[in-house]
């Protein structure tokens, strides 16, 4: 479909959710009574996308804690620990100390899942979640998974994690092994569309220094240099999905941060650092970040990805106002420059609730923005 519009993941969370999302932590309530709260409360997000307009689906990754932390639900060999937590067994103790205060966020509210021994896929991470859209819709459905760099780079904290693997490395085998048994059962299950999320390859490219480095990078550990690092994050996302190209569309997405409302804390800088690496992977579909003026220029991934598909970000998911749709057709009318219409989709620059207690936005502004798309899409379409 041309200029098909979608989310990028995350949305919301209510209130009741998020006491069920403490009370589920804490062991206070069962899985199953969980899953009826959340249930309800994806129905309800299913229900705002189909009003909206959407033309695919998310689940609005409204059972997890935060995008990449839900894992340690399904994954065995994982720990959850929050930044707070973490900080008496980082190797760099001083340096992740200014990295917190940079956050506008407490260390206690992030929380990341840390490699304790073997890794090992105990249920599947989001097959179950893409069973449930489909009973409650026909529109093709995304998934969203974290991606192989950034689950390898957050895991691996040497005190914890070194006596399972004594090497990062070995680790990432493992990582790669439960995400490909992940595609596989998705593929089974007919999914449309796999999005990976490595939002912490701008930090690599873009947070040189130690205090404007982000949680995306907890452990603060010793890394080789840029180039070194971004060449393994491809060869790592393309060993994920090796053999899968042909069975569905897979697809990144790479902002710059959403913690926080504040511009100002979240990374500056253009993709150019970022080119070679995403030409290096064989996916299909790159989501991106190009709502403010922080991402820099579109002809910057508009010159050596135009044979990609693009994820266009086009509404930024931390103000309360949305967009106008005259200024979401201008940003697609820019785009196809370097892009036919059915390479284009429309999506905001990240999802609305990326940490459940840290959401960036009410529910109402999400779907004002929404609608903004849709009518933008339906007009360009025109």
């Known amino acids: ?218 452990t603060l550990a010793v890394r080789r240099d840029t180039s070194s690092e971004l060449a393994y994050a491809a060869e790592l996302m393309n060993r994920v999905v090796a053999g899968f190209e042909d069975k569905l569309r897979t697809g990144i997405h790479v902002c710059r941060g959403n913690w926080s409302r504040r511009e100002d804390v979240l990374i500056t800088g253009d993709y150019q650092p970022l080119v070679e690496c995403f030409k290096g992977m064989r996916l299909k579909h790159y989501a991106l970040e190009y709502a403010t003026p922080r991402a820099g220029e579109l002809d910057v991934i508009g010159r050596a990805l135009g044979d990609r598909e693009i994820g266009l970000g086009c509404v930024n998911p931390r103000t309360d106002e949305a967009e106008s749709v005259e200024s979401i057709q201008e940003r697609a009318q820019e785009a196809l420059q370097y892009w036919k219409p059915e390479q284009i989709s429309l999506n905001p620059d990240c999802g609305f609730g990326c940490f459940a207690n840290r959401c960036v936005n009410e529910e109402a502004a999400a779907v004002g923005k929404l609608r903004a798309m849709a009518e933008a899409a339906r007009r360009l379409r025109g």
Not at 73 to 89: H, P
Not at 121 to 134: A, G, I, S, T, Y
Not at 161 to 170: L, N, R, T
Not at 195 to 203: A, G, I, K, S, Y
């Open 1 to 218: 479909m041309t200029f098909s519009v979608t989310q990028i993941g995350s949305w919301p969370r209510s209130e009741r959710l998020l006491a069920a999302l403490r009370e589920k932590r804490m062991d206070r309530i069962a899985q199953a009574e969980f899953d009826q709260i959340a249930d309800a409360e994806i129905v309800r997000c299913l229900q705002l996308q189909h009003e909206a307009g959407v033309d695919m689906v998310v689940d609005g990754e409204l059972r997890r804690d935060n995008f990449y932390s839900f894992i340690t639900d399904k994954v065995e060999g994982t720990k959850l620990m929050s930044l707070a937590e973490m900080l008496d067994t980082v190797e760099d103790k001083a340096a992740f100390e200014a990295m917190l205060q940079t956050l506008d966020a407490p260390a206690f509210a992030i929380r990341n899942p840390t490699c304790v021994g073997k890794l090992r896929r105990k249920e599947p991470l989001v097959v179950n979640d893409l069973r449930f859209v489909k009973r409650h819709s026909d529109k093709p459905v995304k998934v969203t998974l974290p991606g192989p760099y950034l689950l390898t780079r957050a895991m691996w904290v040497t005190a914890h994690s070194f006596a399972a693997y004594g090497d990062k490395p070995v680790m990432a085998d493992d990582v790669v092994t439960i995400l490909r048994e992940e595609l596989a059962d998705l593929v089974s299950e007919g999914v449309e569309c796999v999005q990976f999320d490595e939002p912490v390859l701008t930090e690599v490219v873009h947070s040189g220094d130690s205090k404007r480095r982000t949680f995306m990078c907890a």
